[in-house]
């Protein structure tokens, strides 16, 4: 595998359950972002990890928690969604966190539905 | 504040025409860069071009080419001959430090069909 790497890629979930979405970059990078993608709005970035240590949280709700292990992995858990979450969520990760030249590779995204 | 603008919400073209997607940006910084990245159907996000602010050089890769204008606050994206692969969501964004050094700003995409 190269690049970055997401699962599901499709996944669909009632208000109730609880998931959580994996991503897995093969770059060797050391931050990682979550970016949620609604229909008709820009990207907006939700959280960062720099060397497993969580660096930003732009007021997400707290349904939904992430968590880095380690430098090449990235998960999202989801819990009591709503159904406006419902949207492609993609992952990223770039060799550093405050590089500002640096590059953020995506992965190909998971599209949740919420029902 | 950071802003990036694509005013351009959906374009039409026919195969082997040029097309031109703009893309214009405010920040406070002197020091930033500006990206352009391709959204085909399937969903990743694909890196296509990084500009930093103090190389104004416009770039030419293939088909592809950016005109970088300081003046105008503007970094636009010109694609050569077009083809029906390069129907896309195209994405223009800027990271700088004003504000979250760690944020890049997209603008909103602008939706690019290219018709046989």
């Known amino acids: 595998e190269t690049g970055v790497t997401q699962t599901p890629r499709h996944l669909v979930m009632g208000m109730t359950n609880k998931k959580s979405l994996k991503c897995e970059q093969h770059l060797g990078h050391n931050a990682m972002y979550w970016y949620k993608q609604s229909a008709k709005k820009p990207l907006e970035l939700m959280f960062v990890?720099?060397?497993?240590?969580?660096?930003e949280n732009n007021s997400v709700p707290s349904r939904f928690s992430p968590e880095c292990p380690n430098s090449s992995h990235l998960f999202l858990h989801l819990h009591t969604l709503q159904p406006e979450d419902s949207a492609l969520y993609l992952c990223?990760?770039?060799?550093?966190?405050?590089?500002?030249?640096?590059?953020?590779?995506f992965g190909p995204g998971t599209r949740l539905t919420v029902l | 504040a950071q802003k990036v603008t694509q005013a351009q919400t959906e374009i039409s073209v026919v195969e082997k025409e040029d097309v031109t997607l703009d893309c214009v940006y405010e920040t406070r910084d002197t020091t930033y860069y500006l990206f352009w990245y391709k959204q085909p159907p399937s969903g990743e996000l694909v890196f296509l071009i990084r500009?930093?602010?103090?190389?104004?050089q416009n770039e030419i890769s293939g088909r592809y080419s950016w005109n970088f204008q300081k003046s105008t606050s503007s970094f636009n994206f010109t694609i050569t001959a077009s083809q029906v692969v390069d129907s896309a969501v195209y994405f223009c964004a800027l990271r700088s430090f004003a504000g979250s050094a760690r944020q890049l700003t997209f603008g909103s995409g602008t939706q690019l069909t290219v018709l046989p």
């Open positions: 500009r930093n602010s103090f190389d104004e």
């Open positions: 990890y720099s060397l497993e240590e969580r660096v």
């Open positions: 990223a990760s770039s060799p550093r966190l405050a590089g500002q030249q640096d590059t953020q590779y």
